[in-house]
């Protein structure tokens, strides 16, 4: 049970596994205005930054899960090097159906909505963890403008143009859900620009170091495609975002 290793290789340096910087991602966490010993529950927890620091700077506590076995060390070392390992830990198992074993304040599924088969089955999974009056928090990504056509949501990693929503829509999709959006912190093209293209220089190290490896090919494919493909699309079409959420 793990991530495929490509992925692992394409963010092997990032703390953070989603377009957000860590600037974006600590004014999140004071935002909320929530107060120290805060319980949280982070699913698809990734290399573990955000439940790291916020442990740091802002005394929360809780638990991260996260099917990588290499992201899950990553974050058990970064919690280790930040002071906070007797605060947080991580699991390392498929956070798809994971519930706290008690409620949280704070429940968590920053950029991973497969593992409740989109934002509908996510927000009903982080429910069940959730205290009554609690915060939610989804991330998601969704059209910053419409794409012309399929082509360019495909070339934006997406199925097609009907798998993510403008942004209204995507707001009023929480609220049909029965939630109040209370507040957000979105990615812009410069927080997108770190994240991806800091990929590429990761594929490359990789590359040189690995040449005669089985994903050699596939690397390398990637790393001749990408930079074009994404400022070509995903920079121009897709916006991502965290979104804090309220049961009504």
Not at 15 to 25: D, S, V, Y
Not at 61 to 90: K, P
Not at 94 to 100: E, S
Not at 109 to 121: L, M
């Amino acid at each position: 049970m793990d991530l495929p290793r490509i992925f692992t290789i394409r963010e092997s340096t990032h703390r953070i596994h989603n377009p957000l910087t860590a600037g974006k991602l600590a004014a999140l966490g004071e935002a909320l205005h929530l107060a120290p010993g805060t319980r949280v529950l982070d699913l698809a927890s990734g290399s573990g930054e955000m439940l790291c620091t916020w442990a740091r700077d802002l005394g929360f506590t809780g638990t991260g899960v996260d099917l990588s076995t290499v992201f899950t060390e990553q974050a058990r070392a970064r919690a280790s090097e930040l002071g906070v390992a007797a605060r947080v830990e991580f699991i390392h198992a498929d956070a798809a159906g994971y519930v706290a074993d008690r409620p949280v304040d704070l429940a968590a599924c920053v950029g991973a909505t497969w593992i409740g088969n989109g934002v509908a089955g996510t927000a009903e999974l982080l429910e069940r963890s959730l205290r009554p009056g609690g915060l939610m928090l989804i991330g998601e990504p969704y059209w910053r403008r419409a794409p012309p056509d399929a082509d360019t949501a495909q070339a934006c990693h997406a199925t097609g143009i009907t798998d993510f929503l403008l942004l209204p829509e995507l707001i009023a999709h929480f609220q049909d859900l029965g939630y109040d959006v209370v507040e957000m912190m979105l990615a812009d093209q410069d927080s997108w620009d770190r994240y991806a293209a800091a990929q590429w220089l990761n594929l490359r190290r990789w590359l040189d170091q690995h040449p005669d490896d089985d994903l050699a090919t596939e690397v390398r494919e990637e790393l001749t495609t990408e930079p074009a493909r994404y400022t070509r699309a995903t920079r121009e079409y897709l916006g991502w975002g965290v979104f804090v959420l309220m049961k009504r």
